[in-house]
């Protein structure tokens, strides 16, 4: 997998995926930034997020959960010195559906967390990642 990233100005820059898709990333005005686009570190928690989440559908899907929605909510907390890597990374998934198993439910995000999200692995080296659901019908 490559990425690149190239300064647009300031402390601004477009991040691009080797799959052919562009984000821009700016740093806070405090650091001189313009407030442009999302935080270098934002970034890593939407990372982790849009992984979990992927796996959480994924995995209903493949029980035949009858699955309409799935919002991961990422609260997190920064060392306070740097590096100022993430110490503390809560997840809270929000699931829609019909007829939902709550043991499934449960399993799916068991299994992301522990298993298939390699973000959430990945991050859990530095940062203790816990995980919640709740489950709504429609």
Known sequence: ??????????????????????VVMDGAPEAGGKNLGVR????????LGGCSAFDVVMILRKSRQQITDCVADIDATRAETDPKVFTKI???FTVT???????RVEQAVKLSAEKYCSASIMLGKTAVITHDFEMMEG
């Not at 270098?40 to 990372?47: H, R």
């Not at 559906?97 to 043991?103: A, M, T, W, Y």
Request: aromatic content about 2%; proline content about 5%.
């Open 40 to 47: 270098p570190m934002e970034m890593l928690l939407m990372g």
């Open 90 to 92: 809560h997840v809270h």
């Open 97 to 103: 559906g019909k007829g939902l198993d709550p043991r």
């Open 1 to 22: 997998m490559k990425a690149r990233v190239k300064l647009i100005e300031g402390v601004s820059f477009v991040g691009q995926s080797e799959s052919g898709h562009s």
